[in-house]
């Protein structure tokens, strides 16, 4: 919270110690727009938090004007007039006020994918936005207001209009605001310094994909190529337009789909009689030169990921209908009941396209940790690729291609068995040569030195086998290649080995230099010891260490058993003599 005041205070310091320009009043709209939103959450798109930035400020500059809207008991409403423009942040109010309007409607756009009836709230809270806007718009028209903020506001008003009109699917009428939008960024965009226009061009590009839509919409059937290339450039998501393209890209292929009524696939074809399998595989083959035409590797893992997506939800679609295919089957018997059924090889031909993307998923990431395991390390605290996450990924590879050889309808196929069996060597060659690369930064020489052999016996077992199988290596890795690289590796390990086994002596005496024992301890043998002339020598064990000690010894009385007392016979005999005589003494009291 207190970063967020000190961003408002910096804003509100730059826009208010603006100065005008000689031809009158000035506000950059579109650079404090851009601006407010990248440090008050839209960065992270989170448009509560830019819609309590809007109220704050607008709370602070009524107060700064004073311009008070009455006071806590009574609310009193004014409307600022071009009479009352003598300072910029009057535009400023209004403009927060249309932005404020306007992050509430996409956070309500955010809400209504799981509410629909937001839906109405966000209509009604842009149109409050438009109507903010063309306020701003007729304050701008005022003879005080610089030329370039009078376009800017137009340009403003029109982008909110648009917006409203997109949302209620009057194409027509949205793609003539945002063109007007675009005309007006564009001419400004050639008229001011570089920082400005390319802000301008920023704000064409946002809206482009806008205006194709409303094209489309309208008749113009080009228009869905250029949505495609532009949702290719985008990485494949992200933004307001996603899901309308997404929806517009399914709705397309819907419309070309209906004529599509079989697919061939090794040498067999299959009826395709589900809507949604259609639909993926006639735009398979988009989906794939997308994939092959993606600029950087996170376009292409984002690809990836939507075309698994589309895979996994067509595959659920036919697991349904064979489902209730098979409890027909159980109410009446089937003929050709050990014959794979057309609709379990739709299946089997979707579930090897998911398996066989995720190959090809999982090679493209490997290649980039490829790249990156072999350029060297600049930051020592930053943690780098390491050969343990190659091997996870040729790890879930693997797994993948026992699935693809386990498919039904598909063991009797010889050349597939054979072309999987093919591939997992090829791709068992890379695993074990990253094992090895790991044996290798621990020093585990030998072990490597094996690993490396198994590596060149798989990779020659590939070559022997590709002869007659030449076009499934088109897409695999080289395997010559991985050979020389093997070749190359076991020489580095046999060089580090011996090295390593020649500095083997002196590892003790580098242990020694690095002990702590004490001087009091090591008499007997010489060391330089830098230490021992430092502050803090070590010479002593100080505290000492506990001692053991033998207990203090218990004392018994033993000597009792051979003490021989003195006999008291004669004192027991004077006792006995005295008899009755003495009993009757005793009694009178005659022997006192």
């Not at 009455?70 to 007039?81: A, L, P, Q, S, V």
């Not at 994918?113 to 438009?130: D, Q, V, W």
């Not at 570089?194 to 489309?216: F, G, K, M, T, W």
């Not at 072999?374 to 790890?395: A, C, H, S, V, W």
């Amino acid at each position: 919270m207190s970063s967020d005041k000190h961003n408002e205070s910096k804003i509100s310091t730059m826009e208010d110690n603006k100065e005008n320009s000689p031809d009158g009043l000035g506000l950059e709209i579109l650079l404090v727009i851009k601006e407010s939103q990248q440090q008050h959450g839209l960065r992270h798109g989170d448009y509560q938090r830019y819609r309590g930035y809007c109220s704050r400020r607008m709370r602070r500059l009524r107060k700064t004007l004073g311009f008070k809207l009455g006071n806590r008991h009574k609310f009193t409403g004014k409307k600022i007039t071009q009479e009352m423009i003598s300072d910029n942040r009057y535009l400023l109010l209004v403009l927060m006020e249309a932005e404020r309007a306007w992050s509430y409607a996409m956070q309500l756009k955010q809400e209504a994918n799981t509410e629909p009836r937001k839906r109405f709230h966000l209509l009604s809270r842009l149109r409050k936005a438009a109507k903010h806007g063309e306020r701003l718009e007729k304050l701008c028209d005022s003879p005080r207001v610089d030329a370039k903020t009078k376009l800017e506001a137009q340009a403003y008003t029109s982008y909110l209009t648009g917006m409203v009109q997109f949302e209620m699917q009057e194409w027509k009428a949205a793609m003539e605001a945002f063109n007007k939008c675009k005309t007006i960024y564009e001419k400004l965009a050639s008229a001011f310094t570089e920082d400005l226009a390319v802000l301008y061009h920023q704000r064409v590009e946002e809206i482009s994909p806008n205006i194709r839509y409303c094209a489309y919409n309208i008749g113009d059937q080009n228009a869905i190529n250029d949505l495609m290339q532009m949702r290719l450039a985008a990485g494949g998501g992200g933004g307001m337009m996603a899901e309308k393209l997404e929806a517009l890209i399914t709705q397309t292929r819907a419309k070309q789909a209906a004529s599509m009524s079989e697919v061939e696939w090794r040498g067999r074809s299959v009826p395709v009689k589900i809507d949604k399998a259609r639909i993926f595989l006639l735009g398979l083959a988009d989906n794939e030169a997308a994939i092959a035409q993606a600029a950087n590797e996170e376009t292409k893992e984002s690809l990836y990921e939507t075309l698994l997506a589309e895979c996994r939800e067509t595959i659920q679609a036919v697991r349904e209908e064979l489902k209730a295919e098979a409890k027909q089957r159980e109410r009446g018997p089937d003929a050709d009941s050990g014959k794979v059924s057309n609709l379990q090889f739709l299946h089997s031909y979707l579930t090897y396209i998911k398996l066989w993307t995720v190959v090809k998923r999982n090679e493209s990431m490997a290649h980039v940790l490829q790249a990156q395991l072999k350029e060297p390390q600049t930051d020592e605290n930053k943690r780098g690729p390491r050969p343990q996450d190659l091997i996870r990924l040729y790890d879930i590879i693997l797994q993948s291609l026992a699935e693809l050889a386990a498919l039904q309808g598909l063991e009797e196929d010889h050349t597939f068995q054979k072309e999987v069996a093919l591939k997992m060597l090829v791709y068992k060659a890379y695993r074990c040569f990253y094992i090895a690369q790991s044996y290798v930064l621990v020093k585990k020489w030998s072990e490597a030195l094996v690993l490396y052999e198994r590596v060149l016996k798989y990779a020659h077992e590939v070559q022997s086998k590709a002869k007659s199988l030449n076009n499934s290596l088109k897409d695999l890795p080289d395997v010559q290649e991985l050979i020389a690289e093997v070749n190359a590796e076991k020489y580095s390990l046999q060089a580090a080995a011996i090295l390593d086994t020649g500095d083997a002596p002196e590892a003790p005496s580098q242990q020694q230099i690095k002990d702590n024992t004490p001087l009091s301890e090591r008499l007997e043998t010489f060391r330089l010891d830098p230490a021992l002339v430092g502050k803090q020598p070590n010479l002593v064990e100080f505290p000492p260490d506990f001692q053991p000690i033998p207990c203090k010894p218990l004392f018994f009385d033993l000597a009792l058993n051979h003490v021989a007392f003195p006999p008291l016979d004669d004192k027991v005999e004077q006792k006995g003599k005295g008899g009755l005589t003495g009993y009757i003494k005793g009694i009178f009291g005659f022997g006192s």
